[in-house]
Nanobody, 115 residues
Framework: QVQLEEAGGGLVQTGGSLRLYCAAS????????MGWHRQYPGKQRELVAT???????YYGNAVKGRFTISRNNALNTVYLQMNDLQPEDTAVYYC?????????WGQGTQVTVSS
């Protein structure tokens, strides 16, 4: 089993920045994809950004150029640096980890951007 612990959400003004953290623990394998999804009330989760253990990254169109995902393999941690935050970025952000056929989710962290 894998556990994901998230931190770093909060309230920020438009144009501000936040940094999210997600640390994985438990039965970890060396090949994985970790990332962030976000969910608006009543909507499905949408992909924000992912990275692999090799450092291959992917970004959703809505966050390209503003958000940066990075990783520390030794700490089993990924980070999401969010800059130039906009009110439409307000959502619950969920960390995920996929290895093989298994996908794990964190509990979610609220990001609120005030206008």
């Amino acid at each position: 089993q894998v556990q994901l612990e998230e931190a770093g959400g909060g309230l920020v003004q438009t144009g501000g920045s936040l940094r999210l953290y997600c640390a994985a623990s438990g039965s970890l394998v060396s090949i994985w994809t970790m990332g962030w999804h976000r969910q608006y009330p009543g909507k499905q989760r949408e992909l924000v950004a992912t990275t692999t253990n090799y450092g291959i990254t992917y970004y959703g169109n809505a966050v390209k150029g503003r958000f940066t995902i990075s990783r520390n393999n030794a700490l089993n941690t990924v980070y999401l640096q969010m800059n130039d935050l906009q009110p439409e970025d307000t959502a619950v952000y969920y960390c995920s980890r996929r290895d093989g056929a298994n996908t794990y989710w964190g509990q979610g962290t609220q990001v609120t951007v005030s206008s």
